[in-house]
């Protein structure tokens, strides 16, 4: 057989995998592990879209739908654009994609050329880098610091950018660190990728998850811009896969083209219980779960200099704090494994974000209730004093 192509071995694996590894052994033993790794929700799908879904399933025709998607659905998110933001999205300009996941490829596939460059923060969700390097593509990381709340800047934009640079990927709020873009750089960023002719990419997945202040989009600043978003996080459909694109005016029909050889469609049962997480009777339980991941949050930031762990940029959204480990190990992925085995607390380690300072920093997740968030703080006073 031919040897595996050079790309797959150009994309790692998270290495949150082999703690989630350790945790299941420790947890096949009997041990009682608190996942604060996990990047998804711990509620469950809200009952108005199950429902929905249940109708679905009975009653329409389950058979492939549009590449871009159920009408319905596109206008639907359309609806949503104006009410929560004042915003107005043509529908066509709505590609609906299995997750955001798909979203990003299909955006990059759209505008990144072979060895083009794709600029991005660092840290940042993985899979980003990996997206480019499917693409054959180089991903460029620029490291971030608190200083612009790990996000990158339009002076970076401009410093790093090169002839073949085609796109940059922001994300508000961001992962790993609950960061979102100030309201005052959105300008700047456009303006500094217009400057250097590359398509800016906005992921907004976490859009709906923010603390203290009003969800924003890239979209109420300019329309030259590709938006991705998804059902999965405020709206706690993570294993439905279904999420969005807004695309720049004339894009879609390209994108539909793409979209329909990579996936033909987005799950059909899926994208008919979507429009019902749109529904004004989602609206009250999704707020709901936003002030419990809120109150979460403030417990989290509140208890955290008890441990040592040390968060230098407010984290306005998302559920991750991202924090340094300077203070009490030499090395985060270290820390990280033996946290596990000694205490049963699970983190995700600096090293899946970046290369930037990856063995400094530890991701917590706060999808576990207040009482178990308050336990595993206690287990890593606990650690902390019987390794230090
Ligand atoms: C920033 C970001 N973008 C995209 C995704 C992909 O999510 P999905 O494909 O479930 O929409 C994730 C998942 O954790 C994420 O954190």
Same mark, same amino acid.
């Given at each position: 057989m031919h040897p595996f192509a050079r790309r797959v071995s150009a994309i790692a694996p998270f290495e949150v995998m082999e703690v989630l590894g350790l945790a299941r052994e420790l947890e096949h033993g009997g041990a009682d592990v608190i996942h604060l790794e996990v990047g998804e929700p711990d509620f469950a799908t809200p009952e108005p879209v199950r429902e929905a879904a249940r109708r679905a399933v009975c009653d329409a025709p389950m058979t492939y739908t549009s590449g871009i998607g159920l009408i319905e659905l596109r206008e639907a998110i359309a609806r949503w654009y104006h009410d929560i933001f004042r915003v107005t999205v043509d529908v066509d300009r709505i590609v609906v994609t299995t997750g955001s996941s798909a979203a990003l490829l299909l955006a990059l596939g759209a505008c990144v050329n072979s060895g083009d460059r794709v600029l991005m923060g660092d840290p940042a969700y993985p899979c980003n880098r990996n997206f480019a390097r499917l693409f054959d593509a180089e991903p460029i990381l620029v490291p971030t610091d608190? @200083?612009?709340?790990?996000q990158l800047t339009a002076d970076q934009i401009r410093v790093r950018a090169t002839p073949d640079t085609s796109a940059v990927i922001v994300a508000s709020p961001a992962n790993p660190t609950g960061t979102l873009v100030a309201d005052d750089a959105w300008d700047g960023l456009i303006a500094a990728c217009d400057s250097i002719g590359a398509t800016l990419i906005v992921d907004e997945?976490?859009? @709906?998850?923010?603390?203290g202040r009003s969800p924003h989009t890239v979209l109420a600043h300019t329309d030259q811009v590709v938006v991705v978003n998804s059902f999965s996080k405020y709206f706690q459909?993570? @294993?439905?896969?279904v999420g969005w694109l807004v695309v720049p005016p004339g894009w879609t029909r390209h994108i539909e083209t793409l979209a329909q050889n990579l996936f033909i469609c987005p799950p059909t049962p899926s994208q008919h219980a979507a429009v019902a997480a749109l529904s004004p009777e989602c609206a009250p339980i999704l707020d709901a779960r936003r002030r419990e991941f809120a109150n979460r949050r403030d417990v989290l930031l509140r208890e955290l200099p008890r441990t040592g762990l040390v968060v230098d940029a407010v984290p306005d959204g998302a559920f991750y704090v991202y924090a340094d480990t300077r203070a009490i190990a030499d090395d985060s992925f270290a820390m990280v494994r033996d946290l596990l085995s000694a205490q049963g607390v699970a983190l995700t380690p600096g090293r899946d974000f970046g290369d930037h300072a990856p063995d400094t920093h530890v991701r917590i997740a706060y999808t576990q209730p207040v009482p178990r968030l308050l336990e595993a703080i206690q287990r890593i006073v606990r650690w902390r004093s019987e390794t230090g």
């Open positions: 608190s @200083g612009s709340a790990y997945i976490y859009q @709906g998850l923010v603390y459909m993570t @294993g439905w896969r």
